[in-house]
């Protein structure tokens, strides 16, 4: 049977796994009924968290991991697919529970597949990856909540984050005014490059709230979680909307009602892996529409299977800035 190169995790007695690039045949791989020559993954959070163990992200071992892929067609019984056609793949908790992106060959069920728009290839998604993918998810989560450039400007924390590089990108692309907050001030040019407005100092944000602020944005794109997210909804004007993602700064968060009964706060959860294939379809034709990749290949650099641990290890670290693509042929 023909053999291909994948990275896998095996279980140990301590948290972190033991990873390893191995010859791997398809009867390795979860079931589905396409089967994808994979050009591209991306190291993301939730990879990161996976393959140096500091989350409990990985239940089976052993297990492929990488989130999302991008390739092209191999087999498949699925009508919607055919051979030699682009295809992205993300969520379904594929590399958590179904093996994943980081492998040359991926197996997947057709409905967890989106086909490349027109004006991506394979590596071009992946410079979006799920984390693109999510943070147009968040714009797209604004723009239906009918929060327009007018109304004021928008807060994007954890800017200098992979989601939120693409939030503040697509942001200020459609018009609005972006103030990104971060905690690196070597990110400060970057996310001005991105289009951001305003650069403001995560340390503002980690401070106890009041209930009720002076307001100062219309609405906001948060990554972070925590006391950044409980101190930003007090500040954000009547009617405003919270798209809020991630947990990088911490799961817990205490706020009161007050912003959500006085000032209509609607604070929205936007999880990519959940998302119907409707509305993933629709973020990624108005990502591959809206925002050229020539704008992320500056911050975006590309490593291989042999770079996983280490550069995982930096992005747990907060030490890796903009997109990390995995070249998984090479
Ligand atoms: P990155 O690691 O690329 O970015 C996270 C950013 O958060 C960092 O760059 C940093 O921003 C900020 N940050 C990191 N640690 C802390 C901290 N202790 N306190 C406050 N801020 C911190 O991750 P991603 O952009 O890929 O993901 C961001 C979040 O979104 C993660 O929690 C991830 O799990 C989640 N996510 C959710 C998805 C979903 O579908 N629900 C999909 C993808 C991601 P800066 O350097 O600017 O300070």
Redesign the pocket.
């Not at 990554?223 to 950044?228: E, H, L």
């Not at 959860?269 to 998302?275: F, L």
């Given at each position: 049977m023909a053999t291909f190169r994948a990275l896998r995790l095996h279980k140990t007695d301590s948290p972190a796994p033991d990873v390893k690039i191995e010859q791997l045949t398809t009867g390795d791989l979860s079931t589905g009924n396409v089967l994808i020559s994979n050009e591209f993954s991306s190291l993301?959070?939730?990879d990161?968290?996976a393959v140096t163990g500091k989350g409990k992200i990985i239940r089976d071992f052993p297990m492929v991991p990488g989130?999302d892929a991008a390739g092209v067609v191999l087999e498949s019984d699925d009508p919607n697919y055919h051979p030699g056609e682009h295809v992205i793949l993300t969520?379904h908790g594929v590399g958590e529970t179904h093996t994943g992106g980081m492998s040359e060959q991926v197996r997947v069920p057709g409905s967890y597949l989106v086909r490349t728009p027109q004006a991506l290839d394979s590596r071009k998604a992946m410079q979006f990856g799920?984390?693109g993918?999510?943070?147009m998810?968040c714009v797209l989560a604004l723009l239906d909540s009918d929060l327009k450039p007018s109304d004021g400007p928008i807060a994007v924390?954890?800017?200098?984050?992979?989601?939120?590089?693409?939030a503040t990108t697509v942001l200020s692309t459609l018009g609005y005014e972006v103030h990104?907050?971060?905690?690196?001030e070597s990110?400060h040019d970057r996310?001005k490059e991105l289009g951001a407005s305003e650069i403001l100092e995560?340390a503002d944000?980690?401070r106890d709230p009041k209930p009720l602020e002076s307001t100062r944005f219309a609405g906001a794109i948060d990554?972070?979680?925590?006391?950044?997210l409980a101190t930003l909804i007090p500040q954000i004007i009547y009617n405003g909307v919270i798209a809020a993602?991630?947990?990088?700064?911490?799961f817990q968060f205490s706020t009161t009602v007050f912003p959500f009964i006085l000032r209509n706060i609607r604070l929205q959860?936007?999880?990519?892996?959940?998302?119907p294939s409707e509305t993933r379809e629709r973020a990624w034709q108005l990502l591959s529409e809206n925002v050229t990749t020539d704008q992320l290949d500056a911050s975006t650099r590309t490593i291989d299977l042999e770079n996983v641990v280490g550069t995982a290890e930096q992005?747990?670290n907060?030490q890796?800035?903009?997109?990390v693509l995995i070249d998984v042929q090479a």
């Open positions: 993301n959070y939730k990161a968290l989130i969520g799920t984390g993918l999510t943070g998810l924390s954890g800017a200098g984050g992979g989601v939120g590089g693409i990104a907050i971060t905690g690196r990110e996310l995560r944000f980690t990554t972070v979680g925590g006391q950044v993602t991630g947990n990088a700064g911490g959860g936007v999880d990519s892996v959940h998302a992005l747990i907060n890796v800035s903009g997109r």
